[in-house]
């Protein structure tokens, strides 16, 4: 058989499990792919590590099998790159090598191997080394897909959900909602999330820890405002870092909007849309030059618009515009219990 074909059973293809071999001597390969070929698996072949790392982000095998010394791209870079990419990363890889001094086995775990085996190869040896792992990433995958249907869930109620890794701040997972609302109230796009809810997030991981909620983080938007709560720790329960601060963790966010607010201070006392938003803003204990800078305006021109909002409440001073404001607009009123 040739060790650079793909082997597929069309019939099970569904149900088979993938498995990629990564070697680059085509002998080495032959007989661990026909041994697996026979056993029913889908088996997918590389010859260097540059095609490996392709292949493996393109097919998304339940295991790779990898030989640890190749020209080029060796093994064990190879392992780091798909343990460093979020949609290879929980993919078992099994070491295959030659080289049996401990410092090389140690380097092939720090790498990211899950196991290894020694040349010359033994298919059945590797069959079973890999059972054992397939059955601990089928775990894992199915708690990740449980995990991804409830966040889903939660978009899909206007809810957005990113998983944050806490150790160097880097945003590992987000919803499609939660991509559009970080992209318009802070700029930024995966992998990096907004250093506010980062410093937030390392401020609070003690009482994250100790179950207790901390308190939540608000960024304002003119009259919108995205809250942030710090729902729950995310990975695989059996892992030996699932309770380490520094893990992943999934964050819930949440727009609200005063429009509505607006609407109805525009409709009590006869003001443009721009005056009704200076008014919310005096209610809010803003000054000129902070309401300014959420307008887009100048401190002259929002004191402008104060002069036409007084004429028409009937006040001389800003307290008594934002008392009067606050008495006539319900919503207005801070809200509590939310």
Not at 1 to 11: F, V, W
Not at 248 to 260: H, K, N, P, R
Request: charged letters at 20%.
């Amino acid at each position: 058989m040739n060790p650079r074909s793909i082997t597929e059973h069309p019939a099970t293809l569904s149900n088979a499990l993938v498995v990629l071999i990564v070697d680059d001597v085509p002998d080495n390969v032959a007989p661990l792919h026909d041994a697996l070929d026979e056993a029913g698996y889908t088996v997918l072949v590389a010859l260097d590590g540059e095609a490996a790392i392709r292949r493996a982000t393109q097919a998304l095998p339940d295991v790779v099998l990898l030989d640890a010394v190749m020209p080029g791209l060796d093994g064990f870079e190879v392992a780091r790159r798909l343990k460093a990419h979020p949609a290879t990363a929980h993919i078992p890889i099994i070491f295959m090598t030659g080289l049996t001094e401990t410092e090389h086995l140690v380097a092939a775990l720090d790498a990211g191997g899950a196991d290894y085996v020694t040349k010359p190869i033994k298919p059945r040896e590797v069959m079973a080394r890999m059972g054992v792992h397939l059955r601990s990433a089928r775990h894992a995958r199915q708690g990740a897909l449980e995990r991804s249907q409830a966040r889903n869930a939660l978009d899909a109620f206007g809810y957005a959900t990113i998983t944050v890794r806490a150790q160097d701040g880097r945003l590992m997972w987000q919803t499609p909602l939660a991509r559009d609302l970080l992209q318009r109230y802070c700029g930024t796009e995966a992998p990096h999330t907004p250093p506010a809810v980062v410093q937030w997030l390392r401020r609070h991981l003690g009482e994250a820890q100790a179950q207790r909620e901390p308190p939540r983080l608000t960024l304002e938007n003119g009259p919108r405002r995205l809250t942030f709560r710090l729902h729950q720790q995310v990975g695989d329960q059996d892992s030996g870092d699932h309770h380490s601060p520094d893990g992943d963790w999934l964050i819930v966010m949440q727009e609200t909007s005063d429009a509505s607010v607006l609407e109805a201070m525009a409709h009590a006392f006869a003001l443009t849309a721009r005056e009704a938003e200076v008014l919310y803003w005096v209610a809010k204990g803003k000054i000129n030059r902070d309401i300014g800078d959420i307008l887009g305006s100048s401190p002259a021109t929002v004191k402008k618009h104060l002069e036409r909002i007084y004429a028409k409440l009937g006040v001389e001073t800003r307290t008594a515009a934002a008392a009067m404001a606050i008495n006539r607009v319900p919503l207005l009123q801070p809200q509590h219990g939310g």
